[in-house]
């Protein structure tokens, strides 16, 4: 039995290996696809900017490269993916610092440096990059086509590094940023805390962290003015639940659904628990459709008692309430909660993704303020 029990354990051993290996291999790869398409880039805009006519240059130069690299490379180099390389490295050269990219920490770096230095003659020619997760370039090109697109700096590192710190699919990525995410951390921000987002992507350290205002459950399928109840909205969350994990961000897991609570023979039931790993706490999530009422504060505010009192451990941080509504009133959940508020919030959702228009209704405001 016991070595039964070993053969299955050595199994286990070599497959975390082998994956891990492999995904080793993955980011290895997409690093030095992504390095040499930052390099091709920067060669192709330094022999631009020493060409008389420069528009008209560039046109010629890249058809000409077009034609003998696919004539020696194969596929990957037609026009319009040797422009996306020049519009890559244009891009990117703005958040480049002055730390040299033959770093012998990064042998990748080095080997492309060095070829560089070979075919450009000095050592100035060599393309330098930043020790940042924005310019390590952890991502595939895939990532960075859609992130380049993004014309603020602060709001492309954002994207970057949150997609780097959750292992975010293209898709995940570009679900994110429709639904704009950055804008709405921003909305109760100041300036400070907005740089810092654009530094460091989302940080947790306290509960208010957490906190969206609006969620958007575009992911549901449910139309803006659908006829659906309470009921009908947690078991669609619940269906969706990989979805809804990615809406409310990192660290939270699953805990349980209608979960009720007990006192003095009385039961009530929390519509949705979760638990967040980074703040060590659990998260309650109540549904209500239409619009908040200060009697649903109330309630949230027993649910919150409950489990601080009765339910968390002496190591976990207090418990966050969150009231997911259709529509609230500012002045009603500021007066219903204490000034010193940290631990129950009212957000807005939505079914569908808003317009532009919508967000920067609720940027100015004061429904963008979260409570």
């Not at 497959?15 to 995904?23: F, G, I, K, V, Y």
């Not at 590094?161 to 975010?168: D, G, H, R, V, Y």
């Not at 003015?225 to 660290?251: M, Q």
């Not at 706490?281 to 489990?307: A, P, S, T």
Request: negative net charge; charged residues 30%; aromatic residues 10%.
């Amino acid at each position: 039995m016991s070595k039964e029990l070993t053969k299955e354990q050595l199994l286990k051993n070599i497959s975390a290996l082998l994956e891990d290996a492999r995904n080793r291999v993955v980011v290895a790869v997409n690093q030095t696809i992504v390095l040499t398409y930052f390099e091709i880039g920067r060669m192709i805009v330094e022999d631009e900017q020493n060409g008389e006519n420069r528009a008209e240059y560039g046109k010629k130069l890249l058809k000409d490269l077009s034609v003998h690299l696919t004539d020696r490379f194969g596929k990957g180099f037609s026009v319009e993916n040797l422009d996306r390389m020049r519009f890559f490295y244009k891009t990117y050269s703005e958040q480049i610092s002055s730390t040299p990219l033959t770093n012998s920490s990064n042998p990748i770096s080095e080997t492309l440096s060095r070829k560089s230095q070979n075919s450009m003659g000095k050592v100035s020619d060599v393309f330098q990059i930043p020790q940042t997760p924005s310019a390590k370039f952890n991502l595939s090109w895939s990532h960075y086509l859609k992130l380049m697109r993004i014309k603020d700096i602060g709001e492309r590192k954002f994207y970057e590094i949150e997609s780097f710190k959750n292992n975010w699919s293209l898709r995940e990525l570009q679900r994110q940023y429709d639904s704009a995410l950055y804008t709405r951390l921003s909305l109760s921000k100041n300036k400070e805390e907005i740089l810092q987002l654009s530094e460091k992507g989302q940080i947790l350290e306290k509960p208010k962290d957490l906190i969206k205002d609006p969620y958007i459950l575009e992911f549901l399928g449910l139309s803006e003015k659908a006829n659906y109840s309470e009921n009908e909205l947690e078991s669609e969350l619940i269906d969706k639940l990989e979805h809804f994990l990615l809406e409310l961000g990192t660290g939270f897991t699953f805990v349980a659904r209608q979960n009720r609570i007990t006192f003095e023979e009385k039961h009530f039931k929390i519509d949705l628990v979760f638990y967040n790993r980074i703040l060590k706490c659990f998260v309650l999530i109540d549904l209500k459709i239409g619009e908040l009422k200060h009697q649903d504060i109330g309630q949230m505010q027993m649910y919150v008692n409950f489990y601080d009192r009765e339910i968390k451990l002496n190591d976990e941080n207090k418990t966050i309430g969150i009231i997911l509504c259709q529509d609230k009133s500012e002045a009603l959940v500021r007066y219903t909660l204490p000034e010193d508020n940290e631990q129950i919030f009212a957000s807005k959702y939505f079914t569908v993704l808003p317009t532009k228009e919508d967000f920067i209704n609720i940027l100015n405001s004061d429904n963008g303020k979260i409570s």
